[in-house]
């Protein structure tokens, strides 16, 4: 780990003419439209003596294979070398210049804290030896919930829609403000987090629980508070996907979805959020890979649409801070133009940093090509570049671009934070049925407790599997609690060894994982209720499960299967605490979506059991 002084001196070249306070930077609201950038002079002066091929790096976010910035793993210099062309990180940062990297599970850049910091001091330090060498911004989708890149011992708070459920501004602050510490301590400093999608389509694939809910304003409002506690955390948030992928059937990961609302929907449902996350002065927003024909009818994704970017994000919004693409590796942006197109486009319609192409060589090229040949302008780069370097500025890379590997252990996943994930966690858990008072359970008359169902991957691959947390939990609080996981398409042969098991036990507890009509999971339940043995049902992702289970008696939404919200759950069933979340969405009855079975804010609670206080 350099000195702070042999740090100071190695980008004494970067901050020379800059104007920029070695204090911390005020963060906080108002910085969104048209503020004041004090130190602009100073970054151009550095975007004047960067070469072409510097600048075009520097609007590129590519991910990498690795552990370590100059020793990956020999699988991982073979990853690179067969998807990149080069073995390392540094290698990497030394050919393209980019100005930032992504972090993964998949590329073995997140094992743990300490070395997660120490691959980012090592990037750090690769970018800073180069000619002209700038801090590279740092950048992973730490969601909570069912996206997480970083996962144990890192606190894990929950996911979006649960936060919804709890309803607290106060909470998504508190979340921002914790995990944007810890991810600081670690050297990330930009967030693909919040998301800012309203999902009003129980269908959606790619959203779903990451949204805050179907309601415009709340989710507004827990975007605005869960960006600002990033930004207090010195880490850029990012509101997404803009224009709004909350009203879609497909996944844009895999196809193209069109977006049908009308000019007059998106201003009163999708863009609600946007305007919000514009307000609170966040730093970066994230495009979508959706076609929006209401808001620009030539079949263009919006990611690289000018009508969309330019005319209604940077103009109507009045958004002047950075515009990331989601990945260009996604089918959705891919599909009408070539991987060489993609990037070229992209920056015209009005977008600052490119993430993650396919082929980095084909699109840093395609870039380099586009500007020797005219059809883009050196100029409109150096908009795109300032924008980034303000940020930069802004987090104080510019002065400090690297962390101190001894702070890790004492911020990230500390007993006072992992205390706060689960205090939050338990004002989210929402009861919707509880048919005779069956909840909470009784450890004189249940003590006996078979936990069954679904066991997804932890989205952070550090927690789970969810059957075991929930009876490990219910054993930690007095019952004699049994785990048999069936999985999320259980055989027949599975759901008869669950219903003997069911049949010597007092109570059944089982997780439900994005249950359909002609989902073997829902006939498991059936034959579990058959038993006469009362059965808990936790829909463990989607708490639009309720609606294809009518004949459960007690059912309650964790909205994510992470250990936090599992636990959380456990508490509720315990009656350690009363069930606290209202539904951030409707669910609507299976056989008649256009009735409304449960509605926004319906939740009940222990103290009245009939309290739908919706």
Known sequence: MPSRRTVLAATAGVTAGLTVGTGAPAFGVGRGAGHHHTDDRGLRSLISRMTLEEKVGQLFVARVYGHSATDPDQADIDANL??????????????????????FTWTHNTRDPRQVAGLS????????????????????????????????????FPGAMAMGAGGSRADARTLGRISGAELRAMGVRQDYSPDADVN???????????????????????????????????????????????????????????????????????AVPFRAAVRAGIDSIMTAHIQFPALDDSG???????????????????????????SLGMQGVRTKYGDDRVPVLALKAGVDQLLDPPSLDVAWNAVLTAVRGGELTEARLDESILRILRLKSRLGLLDRPYVDTEDVDRVVGT???????????ERTTTLLVNEAGLLPLSRRTHRRVLVVGADPASPSGTTG????????????????????????????????????????????VVATYNVTADSAQRPLVEQLV???????????????????????????????????????AARVIAGRVAPRGRLPVPVQRADDPARVLYPIGHGLTYQTYAADRA
């Open 82 to 103: 067969k998807e990149i062309g080069v073995r390392t990180a540094a290698e990497l940062i030394a050919r393209y210049r980019v100005g930032g990297i992504i972090y």
């Open 530 to 568: 058959a038993t006469g043995r009362p059965v808990v049902a936790v829909a463990v992702r989607n708490p639009y499960d309720i609606a294809q289970l009518p004949f459960v008696p007690a059912f309650l939404a964790a909205y994510s299967w992470t250990d936090v919200e599992l636990r959380a």
């Open 415 to 425: 007993a006072p934070h992992l205390a706060t994930a689960d205090r939050i966690a």
């Open 300 to 326: 263009d994704p919006a990611t690289l649409s000018h009508p969309i970017l330019t005319g209604i994000l940077r103009g109507e919004l009045g958004y002047d801070g950075v515009v990331v693409t989601d």
């Open 465 to 508: 599997p969810p059957t075991g947390v929930l009876a490990a939990a219910l054993t930690e609080l007095g019952f004699a609690a049994t785990a048999l996981s069936t999985g999320t398409a259980p055989s027949a042969a599975t759901a008869e060894q669950a219903v003997a098991a069911a049949r010597g036990v007092d109570a059944v």
């Open 121 to 156: 001091n090592g990037i750090q330090r690769a970018a800073l030896e180069q000619p002209r060498g700038l801090p590279v911004l740092i950048a992973t989708d730490q969601e909570h919930g069912a996206v997480c890149r970083i996962g144990e011992p890192a606190t894990l």
């Open 200 to 270: 009003v389509n129980p269908a959606n694939p790619v959203i779903g629980v990451r949204s805050f809910g179907a309601g415009p304003d709340a989710v507004g409002d827990l975007v605005a508070a869960a960006a600002g506690g990033y930004q207090d955390a010195g880490v850029a948030a990012t509101a997404k996907h803009f224009p709004g992928h909350g009203d879609t059937a497909v996944d844009s990961h895999t196809g193209f979805p069109v977006i049908t609302h009308s000019r007059d929907l998106w201003e009163r449902l999708d």
